[in-house]
């Protein structure tokens, strides 16, 4: 996505699960003035999923929030800081994989009064443009398909910098959210409180936590 945006200089400590993942981002597009930088990191990018999460949050009973992940999904990134509108970016996520710390609720969100896991074991994002809307944040139009539905989403991308870890990985990060409807993709399960409102708020607050690691040619 546009989110690589600049070069930045960092150590970071070693550890045994670092690696490269699966790929997934995409691009920036033309409108605001964008570091030369770029140029340099233009190519396939891969999610480090070790040091990455694909999550969500939700409001429960009017008065908390549950989180989850999903730890399981492939995706791909291109990135071209030439002409960031070639950039592309997909992610296809396994729903069976989530993970709210609850295994009732996760076997509930699975099931059919949510994901319907079994006729529609994957969710995906496919970008269709990015915009730079100045300084280090971009916004890039997706189609989001949950249950066999498509919809258009919009993410919010800021970009966190890069750096060349001790592996000698490139690696560059970002944070991407959007707020959607979870009523627009047919999971419409609720439960009404006696006091008024809802158990499950409609609205679902996803968020790309992601740091990404530039792929390694084929020989």
Do not use: C
Request: no cysteine.
């Amino acid at each position: 996505m546009g989110i690589f945006s600049r070069r930045q200089t960092a150590t970071l400590e070693p550890t045994p699960s670092a690696g490269p993942g699966s790929p997934f981002s995409a691009a920036a597009a033309a409108g605001a003035a964008l570091d030369p930088a770029l140029r340099a990191l233009t190519g396939q990018w891969t999610i480090d999923r070790p040091h990455s999460r694909i999550g969500f949050s939700v409001r429960h009973a009017m008065v908390t929030t549950v989180r989850g992940a999903f730890a399981d999904y492939d995706s791909t990134l291109y990135f071209d800081g030439a002409r960031p509108s070639e950039s592309r970016a997909e992610i296809v996520i396994r729903i069976a994989s989530v993970d709210t710390g609850v295994e009732q609720r996760d076997s509930h969100l699975i099931g059919a009064d949510f994901f319907d896991a079994r006729r529609h074991p994957e969710m995906s994002f496919r970008s269709t443009s990015t915009v730079h809307e100045g300084g280090e944040t971009f916004r890039m139009a997706g189609d989001l398909t949950i249950r066999g539905v498509a919809r258009p989403v919009e993410l919010q991308l800021d970009y966190l910098g890069s750096v060349v870890d001790p592996f000698g990985f490139e690696r560059a990060g970002f944070d991407g959210t959007t707020t959607i409807d979870r009523t627009d993709w047919g999971l419409v399960y609720n439960q009404r409180l006696e006091t008024g409102g809802a158990m499950v708020s409609e609205k679902v607050r996803l968020q790309f936590d992601i740091s990404a690691i530039r792929a390694t040619p084929m020989a």
